[in-house]
């Protein structure tokens, strides 16, 4: 049985758009198409432009037909997180306080995307202000997981993930500050790649956590992650924490790793495997971990002593920078702003009690309580510290294993609703938080199926800057199953 | 009991950069409101700041000149609070590692008169920091609308220690701080246009304690004067309130210059938390050995080590080299034609007096005056020479000053070159001047070199004004150097 358009990894369609077997006007049709059949369940979209796509593949096509088509990419429709800008789109962040916003600007990575030819397609739905790890925070609707409808595509990039599953686009790009590429495309059963902290530009990105946030891929393939990071990296000078390094084309570059078939070696840190664990992630991870031994992959224990101060940590760091970051929104330039205000006090005090969700505003206040006078050395200043341990941990194990192994979400999807305790939420991130807090990359590929049919994913951790390597253990995976082939039955 | 006030200035300078700190759009003053901005500026979600190298070379200089100690790095921070003129709602500042520490600012107070120097002082600073300015608010019926042309210019603040004792003080200070500033080619200074701004930290105590008394930050002082007179007011306040046996409150208070009385802002209970921290959108900068070393190059001599080196050099009276120090060009200026002439005195008389009463006469800038250095020197040289007499001298200028025809020719054209004095006629009357002045001679010939000086008068009168003085010099040492 052929796979439908819509269910084909970049790699493919790329070979069918250069032979002209498929137009880019078909296969946008075919994605629009099937984003009409579905999105109404499948919840992923804000809001998509169908006209300004068909645009843009119609370029594309005229592109290729001069000769001129800019690479793989080109034709290709890419959703886009709702807080990644496109210029003269709307850019909400699942906010009432953004929900009339327009960004008149091109965040750096839709910049490179629109470089490299990829339609920019939608607005996919998140967590408002990617604070949330279900995407039920949503101030518009919960987008619901293609493998279950009644449960949770995980998040806060969840629109970006599950619009990938259900076949609504060929790629996406979200966010990841604690996890929140990770653990969705774990939840999804997708590729999802968080690169290192100053890898990709985070200019045109509506911050959260500006020291934790990283702008990433989720793709049906590893081979396709590595194609769209290679598009959207690299120093950017209106990103002062972009780092100036070369960018290797990731594609070719893991490739060559692999052909290499050096002996990876693989640290299993035990803090990841302890309490909390679903025993059915546990054994899909075993069974990956039985994997890489069977390739000569060389398995070794390792610790990470301070993974236990993680979610405390994290919890401190991104909530005081989302304080002051959302701070901005205050109804004075734009976004909302109350009728009912007296003053100008009372107008920021109104616009933003009516703009903001439940979580951000418990965030917002965590956040300015760990900064106040008194409170700041015991609580932002200490956690500032362990996060260095933390980091420190990790470098430490790098001294004897090339990537570390680990469950990418302790459970598959949980049902809508089932985390109304914010401290509960809080936990889904346990594996993936320590990744930001070190800034490093992590990548979840998915390594399985519960009883019950929800996909489950596989953690690999790489080194500073080595996402070639990392993409290059997670394709060895992946080359030996077929996980990404099976789709969800919408 | 007798009080004695200290004070403490913070001031603020706009710092003069094509573009702003944190964005690539342009600075500057005077622009239709909200067309100097960009998303970065306008904080649109998503945005995030960049420096401005220019800035942070402006404020490393600056701290050089000041003699600054140079943080070796430069960090950034978050300064959180809300206000409609903040589009970030927080500013980008410096908190606990400002980029320059230390250091001292001269001053000169007000000498016992016009033409006699005044007492200098040193006033230690705390810091100076580097952040970003602020939009600006303007108030309407029912309604405020923000301008944020002003929003991200780059700002440095510079701390005094609180050691000044009087509004006096505290003026020289401001003055200093803005020459100084200027002379780098920092900032204009501008204080109309917001490009200086000061608030003071005034405290008073009995004479001889040496605690610091409780502080009242004042607020709003826009101009040079009202800096002066704000303070002065807020000391006589303090005083009149403990000598009713009140007390002074920790608070903020406003200046209004027009009516010269200050008002409570907000008390030490309503201030702000800023919960500072490190802006994690911006990395730390290096500053290194190399790159100081750069800056230092580029500054400038500061006007009093300028203004003690013309007075020694160029033996010009205090008065003319207070006028020229405090205006870099002047200076440069002064310094030009005082070489090409050779004659200091006389061309600094020609730029102060003349040059100066015709540039403001006639709206003109030292910049745009046709009339150059080499115009002073060749006229300073005429008049030395006895080709032009004073009164016609004057004449010259204005005619140069309007055609910026070198002087020559125009004493040419308009005939006012003086007939030099016929030589043997000359030797005439300075026999008449020594035999004259019995005593101008015996103080000569017992060493007294100025005492030439009593008979060049004397000959000029007699040569009625057209003769040389260089020529009479000569002539008379000739005669008196003379076995007689």
């Known amino acids: 049985m052929s796979t439908e358009l819509f269910f084909k990894p970049v790699t493919e369609l790329a070979g069918l758009l250069e032979a002209k077997t498929v137009s880019a006007v078909e296969l946008t049709k075919a994605v629009i198409a099937r984003t009409k059949a579905v999105d109404a369940r499948v919840k992923a979209f804000n809001s998509y432009d169908e006209a300004d796509a068909l645009a843009q593949a119609e370029a594309s096509d005229t592109r290729r037909a001069a000769g001129q088509a800019r690479g793989l990419l080109d034709g290709i429709p890419v959703g886009f997180k709702d807080v990644i800008s496109v210029a003269g789109q709307p850019l909400t962040a699942s906010s009432r306080m953004l929900a009339n916003f327009v960004s008149p600007y091109d965040a750096t990575v839709t910049r490179k995307l629109k470089d490299a030819g990829a339609i920019s397609w939608g607005r996919l739905n998140l967590d408002e202000f990617a604070m949330g790890s279900s995407t039920e925070n949503s101030a518009f609707q919960a987008t619901c997981n293609p493998w279950d409808l009644s449960r949770v595509p995980g998040g806060s990039s969840g629109g970006s993930a599950a619009a990938l599953a259900a076949g609504e686009a060929i790629a996406t790009l979200g966010s990841d500050t604690g996890g929140s590429i990770r653990q969705p495309a774990a939840l999804c059963g997708v590729v999802g790649l968080k690169p290192t902290y100053g890898l990709v530009s985070r200019y045109g990105l509506i911050a959260f956590a500006s020291s934790l946030d990283q702008i990433g891929p989720f793709a049906r393939t590893v081979d396709d992650a590595a194609l769209l990071l290679e598009a959207i990296a690299g120093h950017d000078p209106l990103d002062s924490t972009s780092v100036n390094r070369p960018v290797p084309r990731y594609s070719e570059e893991m490739h060559r790793i692999r052909r290499e078939k050096k002996v990876f070696r693989l640290g299993i840190p035990k803090e990841y495997f302890g309490e909390g664990l679903d025993p059915e992630v546990g054994a899909a991870v075993e069974k990956a971990i039985g994997f890489y031994k069977s390739q000569g992959c060389e398995i070794r224990e390792v610790s990470l002593p301070h993974t236990e101060y993680g979610v405390g940590v994290y919890y401190i760091i991104a909530t005081a920078e989302c304080s002051s970051n959302l701070a901005r929104y205050d109804g004075i330039r734009y976004g909302h702003r109350s009728k009912e205000a007296k003053d100008v006090v009372d107008l920021y005090f109104k616009s933003r009690a009516e703009g903001f969700g439940a979580e951000v505003k418990r965030r917002i206040i965590l956040g300015t309580y760990v900064l106040s006078s008194g409170y700041y050395d015991a609580f932002y200043l200490r956690a500032q510290k362990v996060r260095t341990l933390i980091r420190q941990d990790f470098l430490n194990a790098y001294k004897d294993v090339d990537a570390i192994l680990t469950p990418t979400s302790p459970t598959p999807a949980f049902r809508a609703g089932d985390k109304s305790d914010p401290l509960a939420m809080y936990l889904c991130d346990v594996y993936t938080i320590g990744v930001n807090l070190a800034g490093l990359p992590g990548i979840s590929v998915p390594c399985g199926f519960s009883s019950g049919g929800l996909p489950i994913g596989l953690q690999l951790i790489g080194q500073p800057f080595k996402e070639a390597e990392l993409l290059a253990i997670a394709d060895l995976y992946e080359g030996g199953h077929d996980w990404q082939r099976r789709h969800p039955k919408l | ?484």
């Not at chain 2, 500026?41 to 800035?55: R, S």
């Not at chain 2, 003349?354 to 005056?369: Q, Y």
């Not at chain 2, 046709?370 to 008049?383: E, F, G, M, S």
């Not at chain 2, 030395?384 to 055609?403: C, H, K, N, S």
Request: proline share 6%; charged share 25%.
């Open chain 2, 1 to 484: 009991m007798k009080y004695e006030a200290v004070i403490g200035l913070e001031v603020h300078v706009q710092i003069k950069t094509h573009s702003k700190i944190f964005a690539r759009v342009g600075a500057g003053y005077g622009h239709e409101p909200n067309t100097l901005t960009d998303p970065v500026v306008l904080a649109l979600p998503g945005t995030l700041p960049v420096m401005n190298k220019a800035a942070l070379d402006a404020v490393i200089k600056a701290g050089l000149m000041l003699g600054c100690e140079i943080a070796p790095l430069c960090k950034w921070d978050r300064k959180n609070y809300f206000y409609p003129d903040s589009p970030k709602n927080y500013q980008i500042s410096q908190y606990d590692q400002p980029i320059c520490v230390g250091g001292e600012v001269e001053i000169e107070l007000p000498g016992p008169a016009r033409n006699l120097m005044g007492e200098h002082k040193r006033i230690p600073l705390t810091r100076i920091h580097l952040e970003e300015d602020v939009g600006k608010l303007n108030h309407f019926a029912g309604d405020s609308l923000v301008d944020f042309n002003r929003a991200g210019t780059p700002l440095m603040e510079i701390v005094s220690e609180p050691a000044m004792h009087t509004a006096e003080e505290a003026f020289a200070y401001l003055t200093s701080i803005r020459a100084t500033m200027i002379y780098g080619g920092i900032s204009d200074c501008d204080m109309e246009k917001g490009q200086l701004r000061c608030d003071a930290n005034i405290s008073i105590r009995p004479v001889g304690e040496t605690k610091l008394g409780t502080k009242v930050e004042l607020k709003n002082l826009n101009s040079i004067s009202f800096v002066r007179d704000g303070i002065a007011y807020e000391i006589r306040r303090q005083v009149a309130a403990l000598e009713s046996g009140g007390i002074i409150v920790q608070e903020t208070r406003d200046y209004d210059g027009q009516t010269g009385v200050s008002q409570s802002l907000r008390s030490k209970e309503m201030a702000h938390d800023y919960r500072y921290f490190p802006d994690p959108d911006l990395m730390p900068v290096k500053v290194d050995e190399a790159w100081k070393a750069r800056l230092k190059a580029e500054c400038p001599e500061l006007p009093f080590q300028k203004q003690r080196r013309f007075i020694e050099a160029y033996q010009i009276p205090y008065t003319i080299s207070s006028v020229l120090v405090w205006d870099k060009d002047l200076s440069d200026y002064f310094e030009e034609a005082a070489k090409l002439s050779g004659k200091p005195q006389a061309a600094g008389n020609w730029i102060v007096n003349d040059l100066l009463r015709e540039i403001g006469a006639s709206k003109a800038s030292l910049e745009v005056s046709r009339v150059r250095p080499a115009h002073i020197a060749d006229l300073v040289k005429l008049v030395d020479g006895g080709q032009l007499l004073t009164a016609a001298a004057r004449e010259v200028f204005i005619e140069m000053f309007a055609t910026g025809e070198m002087p020559g020719v125009i004493a040419d054209r308009k005939s006012l070159k003086a007939a030099p004095a016929d030589a043997g006629e000359l030797e005439q009357w300075c026999r008449e001047a020594i035999a004259a002045n019995p005593k101008s001679l015996s103080d000569f010939k017992t060493g007294k070199d100025s005492a030439i000086n009593g008979f060049k008068g004397f000959v000029m009168k007699a040569a009625k004004g057209k003769a040389s003085p260089k020529l009479i010099d000569e002539t008379l040492r000739k005669l008196l150097n003379a076995p007689m």
